[in-house]
């Protein structure tokens, strides 16, 4: 009997065979992916749109998601935008977190800039014992931060709201880690044309620190907008509370879920805005320290 040759593996299907396993694992692993992302984006929005939806509730708002309105109103939200309170409330958060936007910023671009590219002595020292106060819970400087202010009689006023704040840290180590990043020929050439400290501050460092003035003006703005404890501490009459302490006190009160879920929607459009007009200078942010990193 003649023996039966085996058969001739052909290279090429071997070779298949893994890469299309390979493809497989990839497209499930892809599939897990989205859907993670898609559960974790449900999570995220829904509570927002329960709080649009109860906002637009007529009286005797429904429970979501035990019971649906049957029809939608604007009556709660107008009803919150007629309160005078309401409107104060709005204006001193507005007035706290955009003149605490404009001073941080404009001090922490100044204070990175000289810790980046200045040289003096203590340069070092100065720079990581202001970063060691990141450390120190805002909490435990509370009751000495309160008493001072009392003591120069800035209790129910908007100094004594804004003007404890305005120490930022963490702003001043963003900025100097960004300008660090800068190329030191843009000033010295700009030295050798005659320019002084504060033409190379206005006219290079702030035009080339746009996008990450942009981030943080995005994060200095919620930080403020969203402060509770500081604006509950300091403005004890009703004229001088801030949307968030005044929102708490509305929850203290007799007040219908739908009027609550209103005032919450109108103070939360705010952040949306500012995010959905900003949001192109994080990208840019993110991708130039992503290229320098």
């Known amino acids: 009997m003649s023996a039966v040759a085996p058969p001739i593996a052909d290279p090429l299907l071997e070779e298949e065979a893994p890469s299309q396993d390979r493809r497989r694992r990839a497209t499930k692993g892809q599939v897990a992916i989205v859907a993670l992302?898609?559960?974790g984006c449900i999570f995220t929005v829904a509570p927002f749109?329960?709080?649009f939806i109860l906002a637009m509730s007529p009286?005797?708002?429904?429970t979501i998601p035990f019971q649906w309105p049957d029809e939608l109103t604007l009556d709660n939200v107008v009803r919150v935008l007629t309160q005078r309170?309401?409107?104060s409330w709005t204006f001193n958060s507005f007035l706290y977190s955009l003149v605490s936007v404009v001073v941080i910023l404009i001090t922490a671009a100044m204070a990175g800039y000289a810790f980046a590219k200045k040289r003096f002595p203590g340069r070092n020292v100065i720079f990581w014992s202001f970063l060691a106060t990141l450390m120190v819970p805002s909490q435990a400087t509370l009751i000495p931060l309160f008493v001072l202010v009392a003591e120069l009689e800035g209790v129910n006023t908007y100094w004594g709201l804004i003007v404890p704040t305005l120490a930022n840290a963490h702003a001043v180590f963003l900025m100097r880690q960004f300008i660090m990043g800068?190329?030191?020929e843009l000033f010295d050439a700009a030295r050798i044309d005659g320019a002084g400290e504060w033409t190379v501050f206005w006219r290079i460092v702030l035009p080339l620190t746009k996008p990450v003035l942009a981030t943080l003006g995005i994060f200095v703005f919620l930080w403020h907008w969203n402060d509770f404890l500081w604006p509950l501490v300091i403005a004890q009459s009703d004229q001088m509370r801030t949307l968030t302490v005044g929102l708490a006190s509305m929850n203290a009160e007799t007040v219908s879920n739908a009027t609550l879920m209103a005032a919450a929607a109108v103070s939360v459009v705010p952040c949306l805005l500012i995010f959905a007009v900003l949001q192109r200078y994080i990208v840019n942010s993110?991708?130039?320290?992503?290229?320098?990193?």
């Open 286 to 293: 993110m991708a130039m320290s992503g290229i320098k990193g």
């Open 182 to 184: 800068l190329p030191n």
């Open 49 to 51: 749109v329960a709080v």
């Open 59 to 62: 009286a005797g708002a429904p």
């Open 37 to 39: 992302l898609v559960l």
């Open 85 to 87: 309170s309401f409107l």
